[in-house]
């Protein structure tokens, strides 16, 4: 067991602790708990960890499906048979079930003829679909083990804490296990693990360019090699210095892994390009910061959009001048594109004006009658600000929902009621990721949830041009 744990911690930093309690509850030779409701944040490992895990189990089966696919019971109930028995539907065999289980009883039914010496795991994955199936489903799934005689556990995945979702009461017991999220120093360290395939993934795209192929300007071979020598040459420590760098702008917006990975190999790219030609040292930290800030910038507004193609596109070596404008005209392509509701428009810009202005300045800025201000030295010196220190560039705030909708209120010119179609609409910009949970993720509705809006200046520029509003005008920064 030992050795087992070890080298799964090995393939999953920072989630030994995890994997060992796992092992407690199926690798001891117990019976199997009947129901485990494992939760947390996206992006945490928790299904890859039990894909991992459960062939480590010697004789138990396991059967993954997801919730999603399995939109009836019919459908939900054969699935798990056929993967539990290891048939898959083909059109050899005419994409048939290996059973026919139309309802619970039958379901239950051909558990009672499986082998009852073999241990069995049910691994469901975005478990909160199962509210929506039919009233009895949860609570048989919780009690399997009871009503089919078997070693038999049924492991609950979802990003959503139990008690907001399964409320019933009468449900059988479930051991909850939540799964935390990374820190940054957890994302260094399992980021740190792809260095070397980072470092290839370099190498590849640096011969690419010996034809322009790349499309990139072409390099001759002499200082294609020369580069790739320099590549060779870079440390883990150079790596880890701009893991952090790239962190200490991206953690506060972002912190799922996937999205940080794949936007921390974009940049990595434009940070290595004056090491690699010569014109910075590797040890430079401050020149190197200079030359990728602006990389990171782009990247910074655009995370969750998947623009990786624009960016590098926007990003090649041209003049200043280009460059920008050709920015401003691939957001304003980005803003007339995305085709949301015109209430939707104005709840993303009364959330970047929550997220970019102290909630102190509310009433100055969207009250007509807020009275004067006196302008006193102190208040003069505070709004010299250099550019490192604006709002706008410090990175978004938290900001609660009744403040969001306060700003929503004061901002529109026509009076709108608030309706359940107004706050699917936030729904709507947390799903795509314009709106990220800060703390009391799931909570919109009693008004406890803090978010912040993750888009940047020049797009949220473009999205109220659309609508007619001015965004700079209603930023401290900007007076």
Not at 55 to 63: E, I, Q, Y
Not at 147 to 160: E, M
Request: net charge neutral; proline share 3%; with cysteine.
């Amino acid at each position: 067991m030992e050795s087992t744990v070890k080298a799964l911690s090995e393939h999953f930093p920072c989630r030994e602790k995890l994997i060992r309690q796992l092992y407690r509850f199926y690798g001891a030779g117990d019976p199997f708990p009947p129901a485990i409701y494992l939760f947390g944040h996206t992006s945490t490992g928790k299904s890859s960890i039990l894909r991992e895990f459960l062939p480590h189990l010697g004789v138990t089966k396991h059967a993954f499906l997801n919730a999603i696919e399995c939109y009836t019971n019919k459908i939900l109930f054969e699935t798990i048979i056929n993967r539990l028995e290891g048939h898959m539907p083909s059109a050899d065999n005419g994409y048939a079930s290996l059973v026919s289980a139309d309802c619970m009883r039958d379901f239950v039914g051909q558990l009672q003829r499986m082998d009852a010496e073999c241990g069995y795991v049910i691994v469901l994955e975005n478990a909160e679909r199962v509210r929506d199936m039919d009233h009895n489903v949860l609570p048989m799934l919780l009690r399997l083990p009871e009503v089919s005689g078997l070693n038999i556990s049924v492991v609950l995945v979802s990003d959503l804490p139990f008690e907001k979702y399964f409320i019933r009461t009468g449900l059988s017991p479930v051991i909850k296990v939540f799964v935390p999220e990374y820190s940054k120093k957890d994302i260094v360290v399992i980021m740190m693990e792809g260095f070397e395939k980072v470092r290839e993934e370099l190498r590849v795209n640096l011969e690419l360019m010996v034809d322009g192929s790349a499309k990139q300007a072409a390099l001759s071979e002499e200082e294609i090699e020369k580069r790739v020598k320099v590549l060779l040459d870079l440390t883990s420590g150079f790596y880890e210095n701009y893991l952090n760098i790239f962190l200490n702008v991206f953690f506060k917006v972002c912190r799922d892994l996937k999205e940080l990975q794949l936007v921390s190999f974009e940049c990595f790219q434009k940070y290595c390009e004056p090491v690699l030609d010569g014109s910075i040292a590797p040890d430079d930290v401050t020149k190197l910061w200079r030359h990728i800030s602006k990389t990171m910038k782009l990247s910074l507004s655009t995370i969750y959009m998947r623009m990786g193609n624009i960016n590098k596109e926007l990003l090649r070596p041209t003049s200043e001048s280009a460059e920008s404008l050709e920015q401003v005209q691939t957001m304003k392509r980005l803003a007339q594109n995305l085709e949301l509701p015109f209430y939707a428009k104005y709840l993303l810009i009364a959330a970047y004006l929550a997220s970019h202005n102290a909630a102190k300045e509310d009433k100055r800025l969207f009250m007509k009658n807020h009275g004067k201000q006196k302008k006193r030295l102190q208040s003069v010196n505070a709004k010299a600000k250099v550019s490192e220190k604006m709002a706008t560039q410090l990175g978004p705030k938290s900001f609660t929902i009744d403040r969001l909708l306060a700003i929503f209120y004061a901002i529109l010119d026509e009076k709108v009621g608030l309706t359940c179609n107004l706050l699917a609409q936030i729904s709507t910009l947390i799903h795509l990721k314009f709106l990220i949970f800060a703390s009391g993720e799931g909570t919109i509705m009693d008004g406890s949830a803090r978010l912040q809006c993750t888009i940047g200046m020049d797009f949220i520029t473009h999205i109220g041009k659309m609508v007619g509003f001015n965004v700079r005008q209603y930023l401290c920064d900007f007076f």
